[in-house]
């Protein structure tokens, strides 16, 4: 039987702590999950037009869930970016934003492989 990695982004002690029972902890880990897979795409279409305005929506969206469920780097670079797309140059904004990606879509992982193992199918 093959270990699963441990995650780096993804705080389920966090999570536990902010929300106190692991059926909750569950259930909005779903809602990360179809959120990250959603609008991740979404955001890179949208820096990719430069339509700022319309990016830090979701970038506010997703510094509202990072202290729930994340380690405290990854909160921080979301606050940074999400600060960025407040007053920053599209051009800016998706330099990074580019640094940022790739965490989160390792997040999203983390996020498919923690219900993989703990959801009820």
């Known amino acids: ?6 995650p780096i982004y993804l705080s389920i002690e ?3 702590e902010f929300i106190g029972d692991a059926n909750g902890v569950l259930s909005l880990l ?21 339509e700022v305005y319309a990016a830090n929506r979701i970038l506010h969206q997703l510094k509202g869930f990072t202290p ?4 405290d780097s990854l909160v921080e670079l979301v606050v940074q970016v999400e600060g960025m797309s407040k007053h920053a ?18 997040l999203r992982q983390e996020v498919l492989d923690h219900l993989s193992r703990h959801s009820a199918a």
């Open 14 to 16: 966090r999570a536990m």
């Open 89 to 106: 140059e599209a051009s800016e904004l998706r330099t990074a934003y580019a640094q940022l990606s790739p965490q989160l879509e390792a």
């Open 30 to 50: 779903k809602t990360l999950q179809q959120t990250l897979s959603d609008d991740l795409p979404r955001l890179q279409e949208l820096l990719d037009k430069g």
């Open 1 to 6: 039987m093959s270990q699963t990695p441990q």
């Open 68 to 71: 729930v469920f994340c380690v």
